[in-house]
């Protein structure tokens, strides 16, 4: 695996990366049952006998400044847990994850929000971990109250907001810090279609400062128009990797993996 240029350099390495979950009661003989029948290569027993699922296995990859890598696959594929893992967020059984440089990862609205706090509250709490200055998270705070446009709700309780107003207030908190490293997941792009048109455009601004963005997501268009390598996940495994051009014809081919398909749903409905 190829090590950082220089210590400056913003970098990500993933060297054979494996998550597992335990599946609770999966002792339980109906559980033990259907797992039989499953017959997954995904399900074994750990060293403490428990049954376990590897959400990833073997996952190898390095990134450099101007890598834009999509993660594409079904669901289960291994695309979440995969982004959680180089946030710090899932713990590597075994391998390893280096990130270096800021990261910001746009991966749930709630994340890190405390709904019994007002939406100020929240927009200082994430500034005081972040190990911003005062003035850094005044500054933020004009921008986010700018952009939610939540008006007197910003000092209400997050937990008295509509979804919509509590995705407004993550999106333009999660986006108002411009960090290195850029981890992104498909929640970006839920939200009212008005309030996506006016995100677009902060969004994309965002994705062209950081210096390596890693995102995933079922539109492979935002994959083919943003990214310059694509991981193809399947199983908890990396399918194919290479260029958009390379992976998006062959997992587009892939006809049983992709989902979405407008024909094929169609078929398989009628």
Not at 34 to 62: I, W
Not at 113 to 118: H, I, R
Not at 129 to 144: F, K, M, N, S, Y
Request: proline residues 4%; aromatic residues 6%.
């Amino acid at each position: 695996m190829d090590a950082f240029p220089s210590r400056s350099d913003a970098g990500v390495v993933v060297q054979d990366l494996h998550v597992t979950f335990p599946l609770y009661h999966g002792s339980a003989r109906t559980l033990r049952r259907t797992l039989a029948k499953v017959a997954s290569s995904r399900f074994e027993q750990d060293q403490q006998q428990r049954m376990v699922v590897q959400a990833l296995r073997g996952v190898s990859f390095s990134l450099r400044p101007g890598d834009r890598l999509g993660l594409v696959g079904g669901n289960g594929a291994g695309k979440t847990t995969l982004l959680r893992a180089l946030a710090g967020i899932y713990e590597p059984v075994a391998g390893r994850v280096i990130v270096r440089g800021e990261i910001n990862a746009l991966l749930d609205t709630n994340l890190g929000m405390n709904s019994e706090l007002t939406g100020r509250e929240n927009i200082a709490l994430r500034g005081l971990h972040a190990g911003l200055t005062p003035r850094r998270i005044r500054a933020i705070e004009d921008d986010v109250q700018d952009f939610a446009d939540l008006g007197s709700f910003l000092d209400m309780p997050v937990r008295t907001y509509s979804s919509g107003m509590v995705v407004r207030l993550g999106f333009a908190l999660a986006t108002s810090v411009r960090p290195r490293v850029l981890l992104m997941d498909e929640w970006f792009l839920a939200g009212d279609t008005n309030f996506m048109m006016k995100a677009q455009n902060r969004l994309e601004q965002l994705v062209r400062q950081a210096e390596i963005l890693v995102i995933s997501t079922h539109q492979l268009d935002v994959v083919a128009a943003w990214c310059t390598q694509v991981l193809w996940m399947d199983g908890g495994t990396i399918r194919l990797q290479g260029t958009p051009e390379d992976v998006l014809p062959a997992y587009l081919a892939d006809e049983p993996a992709v989902e979405g398909d407008p024909a094929r749903d169609k078929a398989e409905a009628g």
